[in-house]
T-cell receptor, first 116, second 117 residues
Framework: DVKVTQSSRYLVKRTGEKVFLECVQDMDHENMFWYRQDPGLGLRLIYFSYDVKMKEKGDIPEGYSVSREKKERFSLILESASTNQTSMYLC???????????????FGPGTRLLVL | KNQVEQSPQSLIILEGKNCTLQCNYTVSPFSNLRWYKQDTGRGPVSLTIMTFSENTKSNGRYTATLDADTKQSSLHITASQLSDSASYICVVSAGRFPTGGGNKLTFGTGTQLKVEL
């Protein structure tokens, strides 16, 4: 089974702090994604990566950056956290080698971030 | 703008009863449609996937239907159980990103289902 893990389930940070969210997948997937999930809104894509050191902006990249130095690890960075970044952050991974199954995205458990 | 709308927003049913959740989408180009189940405090898990040519897909007590002409899908849950309490999210793929980095997905806001004794 695919396993996607996220470094923290809950985080509390102060405005202006630099925040790192880590995601690790164990299935050798090429693609990794960061989403945020807010009440009343569907999941929104922040950034994704299709290979080591490669990244693409999603729909809401402002205020975020990402890093992918190793295939299995994808980090989301909030350079200077703000209260409007309080949210649930979900990481996902997928592989085009599994496109016959519609290239399912497998999600981690999420990190609930509160910025005070 | 690609959109996915789900109804109802929330639903409470008694254990053992059936229910149907609805999804309407305006996504172009259409590649496939999935239903995900998201338990509280967890990430979404894929239940079913349907392409343009498929109009029904089952996964145990879950049966999804797709009408590509009217751009509607439904998820029917039979003989509900307490463990079915979760958010059910309809997700439509508009094909792959130009870089090939996976599918471009549009997510609905989900239907929150609660199954009670």
């Amino acid at each position: 089974d695919v396993k996607v893990t996220q470094s923290s389930r809950y985080l509390v940070k102060r405005t202006g702090e630099k925040v790192f969210l880590e995601c690790v997948q164990d299935m050798d997937h090429e693609n990794m994604f960061w989403y945020r999930q807010d009440p009343g809104l569907g999941l929104r894509l922040i950034y994704f990566s299709y290979d080591v050191k490669m990244k693409e902006k999603g729909d809401i990249p402002e205020g975020y950056s990402v890093s992918r130095e190793k295939k299995e690890r994808f980090s989301l960075i909030l350079e200077s956290a703000s209260t409007n970044q309080t949210s649930m952050y979900l990481c996902a991974s997928s592989s085009p080698r599994l496109a016959g199954r519609g290239e399912t995205q497998y999600f981690g458990p999420g990190t609930r971030l509160l910025v005070l | 703008k690609n959109q996915v709308e789900q109804s109802p927003q929330s639903l409470i049913i008694l254990e053992g009863k059936n229910c149907t959740l609805q999804c309407n989408y305006t996504v172009s180009p259409f590649s496939n449609l999935r239903w995900y189940k998201q338990d509280t405090g967890r990430g979404p898990v894929s239940l079913t996937i349907m392409t343009f040519s498929e109009n029904t897909k089952s996964n145990g007590r879950y049966t999804a239907t797709l009408d590509a002409d009217t751009k509607q899908s439904s998820l029917h849950i039979t003989a509900s159980q307490l463990s079915d309490s979760a958010s059910y999210i309809c997700v439509v793929s508009a094909g792959r990103f130009p870089t090939g980095g996976g599918n471009k997905l549009t997510f609905g806001t989900g239907t929150q289902l609660k199954v009670e004794l």
